[in-house]
Nanobody, 126 residues
């Protein structure tokens, strides 16, 4: 089975920066739409961002728009999520997904996608 691996999470002060990475050795990321989702304690999972494999279009949800940037690293077969100006409410487990058809930040059920990872914890303290 293909398993995506997220990395880069950690503990950061509010206003700080973290860059998450999503990678997998078994698939070519350039052929898949890659999404990021997050789930905070006691809350529903929500979409964060997606990058389209067809034209490189990026989509962000309102809470992160202007602060987060999703991008591809083709040389490393990975996708990054740079998170600037982090807020305590960004604290969550962050998951990435890969899908041949879907690039949908409104669908938080990661099992709807072809592949997903186990998540990486991001904790922002004030």
């Amino acid at each position: 089975d293909v398993q995506l691996v997220e990395s880069g999470g950690g503990l950061v002060q509010a206003g700080g920066v973290l860059t998450l990475s999503c990678a997998a050795s078994e698939i070519d990321f350039d052929e898949f739409h890659i999404g990021w989702f997050r789930q905070a304690p006691g809350k529903e999972r929500e979409g964060v961002a997606c990058i389209n494999s067809d034209d490189g279009t990026t989509t962000y949800t309102d809470p992160v728009k202007g602060r987060f940037t999703i991008s591809r690293n083709t040389a490393k077969n990975a996708v990054s999520l740079q998170m600037n100006g982090l807020l305590p409410e960004d604290t969550a487990v962050y998951y990435c997904t890969a899908d041949a058809l879907l690039c949908d930040v409104t669908d938080p059920d990661i099992e709807d996608y072809d592949f997903w990872g186990q998540g990486t914890q991001v904790t922002v303290y004030s």
